[in-house]
């Protein structure tokens, strides 16, 4: 993956980078080598380093690990808690109808037949819930047929694949998505992807209160989507 992965802090406890888009988080699957944590593991002689959270690969933006083995469930506790603050960035279609700021509600379930790449809302009390408003309108881009618009997510839980999927479920695929609202076939094995087109979704900001030191922690992405 022609990409590098840009340190944004780096103490005793935590590694925070900025992942690239295409880059995978952590070994699985058809991505072994080349992923955020082996690369970080080897740079900064930390083989004992273990994400505090994930992200998709198609995905971008802060990416915190965890660099003391004895403090990892201190840091996964928050997830578990939901006591972590994400906000997110995507580019999608834009509709008049939106009535935005809005919270999505919604129930995922795993889609039968297609492993774990796809979720569907389904009927039944909600799982997942994101709260979505306006950045500011764009005009229409390459291949687009109608107008987009920036946005931005904050996910209240942390459901697999919530964004995209909600998203796409409102009628606002995100841009470059290759999973919703329809999947398409992997590349071929050896294949590079369509670097050109990366999937216009991006986590900017991380925050939380460190369960080590008390002190209060916000990370933000550099990058532009």
Known sequence: ????????????????VDKPHFLAAAP????????VLLRLQRQFGLPGLVPMHRLDRETAGVMAFVVQPAQRAAYHALLRDRQVHKVYEAVAPWRDDLGLPQVLRHRLADVPGAGFMQVQVVAGAPNAETSVSLIAHLAPGAGQAGPLAHYRL?????????LRAQLAHQGLPI?????YPALWPEPPAGAAPDYAN??????RELAFVDPVSGQ????VSRRRL
């Open 154 to 162: 904050i996910p209240h839980t942390g459901h697999r694949h919530q």
């Open 28 to 35: 699985a699957g058809r991505h072994l080598q080349e992923t």
């Open 175 to 179: 841009v470059g998505d290759r999973i």
């Open 198 to 203: 990366p999937l216009q979704l991006l986590a």
């Open 216 to 219: 209060p922690r916000r990370f």
């Open 1 to 16: 993956v022609p990409f590098e992965i840009d340190l944004l802090h780096q103490d005793d406890q935590l590694l925070v």
